[in-house]
């Protein structure tokens, strides 16, 4: 079966950095593109970005309200994407999503409150 | 960037009712077209990909069309349990986008 959990999420302080997990299995973590999406509160779907898979260079993409200040990458030995969050803003504030590359498969989601 | 429209933000409807969902493109998205369904507080479920190909385990009553910028996601008689609100995405570019959504409330 099919797994994906999402952890390390929390309340921050704006500006500061947050590292999310996305633990994966049941599937053959290292033969997928892993992707994150966000939803803020009440809000609709966002995505964040995604890791290709070792066999395409595993090379990053991001939304360009993410790009330079969060960063995807990937453990294939531990079936673990991790998104690392730097200068968080209160517009991050969001549950966020770990998808597989056809976003069939979903975690359960982990809140991120940017807060003072 | 392309941007998705989806119509209607609302609808209402009884159950056995037929519920169509309209999404449009900003630029031809060929076949790259999803259609999810949420419920709250609960992660995203994958309906249709591929803008016609039914998700497996997913009931026949929700079908997908259209192609290039116009589709349409189709409930050919809502059930109590497909109250939720439902979203398209177009994976043909990056940045992968969504539409803004199409809560189907009980009338």
């Known amino acids: 079966e099919v797994q994906l959990v999402e952890s390390g999420g929390g309340l921050v302080q704006p500006g500061r950095s947050l590292k999310l997990s996305c633990t994966a299995s049941?599937?053959?973590?290292?033969?997928?593109?892993m992707n994150w999406v966000r939803q803020a509160p009440g809000k609709g779907l966002e995505w964040v970005g995604f890791i290709k898979n070792k066999a395409f260079g595993g090379t990053t993409q991001y939304a360009a309200s993410v790009r330079g200040r969060l960063t995807i990458s990937r453990d294939d030995s531990k079936s673990i994407a991790y998104l690392q969050m730097d200068s968080l803003k209160t517009e991050d504030t969001a549950v966020y999503y770990c998808?597989?590359?056809?976003?069939?498969?979903w975690g359960q989601g982990t809140l991120v409150t940017v807060s003072s | 960037d392309i941007q998705m429209t989806q119509s209607p933000s609302s609808l209402s409807a009884s159950v056995g009712d037929r519920v169509t969902i309209t999404c449009r493109a900003s630029l031809n998205v060929n076949y790259y077209l999803n259609w999810y369904q949420q419920k709250p507080g609960k992660a995203p479920k994958l309906l249709i990909y591929a803008a016609s190909s039914l998700q497996s385990g997913v009931p026949s009553r929700f079908s997908g069309s259209g192609s290039g910028t116009d589709f349409t996601l189709t409930i050919s008689s809502l059930q109590p349990e497909d109250f939720a609100t439902y979203y398209c995405?177009?994976?043909?570019?990056?940045?992968?986008?969504f539409g803004g959504g199409t809560k189907v409330e009980i009338k």
């Open positions: 049941g599937f053959a973590f290292g033969d997928y593109v």
């Open positions: 998808s597989t590359s056809a976003f069939d498969y």
């Open positions: 995405q177009q994976s043909y570019s990056t940045p992968l986008t």
